[in-house]
């Protein structure tokens, strides 16, 4: 049984770096994409970015100047970094399995990727 | 705002059908399999449908999903009040080189 299980600081001030590491157990991380979603206060859902067993990495746009995402193999476990926090960083952050492949519709071959397996999610608040 | 555009809510009754939209462009739905994700708050999302209409284990088939370009579809039938939630469509974006989310749609089953 696959299980995500994260941890990390609920309350920041503004301009620290937030820190979450999220466990995994069940299943090896190779073969898998490790992902970081977060949800602000009344809004949706907003992909963070990903990470492979090899350390490839990919990040949101809007994000990727203040975000570092690593992976330690020996511990099954990848960790998210969010630096130079302000209030808009104020979310519930998930860990999540990413599963990227090719599918075929109608004979056609597109790319697959979703999001079968979650943590729990993480409140963390920025405070000025 | 979102990449992926989805209407902000929709109302149905018991036992009625719903359906949610997602709007993309060809850098994304129109180029890559849609996935949908149910959210209720304080819980982690719950994934409905990958490749655009496959089920996981477990998923009943009152939930299916289809697509036609560059938009998707969800389609809820025998509605339950269970199934009041949040919604959300995703996809990869191969301009942007990431992931993306739709906005949400908030169903209420009254």
């Known amino acids: 049984q696959v299980q995500l299980q994260q941890w990390g600081a609920g309350l920041l001030k503004s301009s620290e770096t937030l820190s979450l590491t999220c466990a995994v157990y069940g299943v090896p991380l190779s073969g898998y994409y490790w992902s970081w979603i977060r949800q602000p206060p009344g809004k949706g859902l907003e992909w963070i970015g990903e990470i492979s067993h090899t350390g490839s990495t990919k990040y949101n746009p809007s994000l990727k100047s203040r975000v570092t995402i690593s992976v330690d193999t020996s511990k099954n476990q990848f960790s998210l970094k969010v630096s130079s926090v302000t209030a808009a960083d104020t979310a519930v952050y998930y860990c999540?399995?990413?599963?990227?492949?090719?599918?075929?519709?109608?004979?056609?071959?597109?790319?697959?990727?979703?999001?079968?397996?979650w943590g729990q999610g993480t409140l963390v608040t920025v405070s000025s | 705002q979102s990449v992926l555009t989805q209407p902000p809510s929709l109302s149905a009754a018991p036992g009625q059908k719903a359906t949610i939209s997602c709007s993309g462009t060809?850098?994304?739905?129109?180029?890559?399999?849609v996935s949908w994700y149910q959210h209720v708050p304080g819980t982690a999302p719950k994934l409905l449908i990958f490749d655009d209409n496959q089920r996981p284990s477990g998923i009943p088939d009152r939930f299916s999903g289809s697509k036609s370009g560059t938009s998707a579809t969800l389609g809820i039938t025998g509605l339950q009040t269970g199934d009041e939630a949040d919604y959300y469509c995703?996809?990869?974006?191969?301009?942007?080189?990431?992931?993306?989310f739709g906005g949400g749609t908030k169903l209420t089953v009254l």
């Open positions: 999540a399995r990413g599963r990227m492949g090719v599918a075929v519709a109608d004979g056609v071959p597109t790319k697959t990727y979703f999001f079968d397996f």
């Open positions: 060809t850098s994304n739905i129109g180029n890559n399999s």
């Open positions: 995703e996809t990869w974006d191969g301009s942007l080189n990431a992931g993306v």
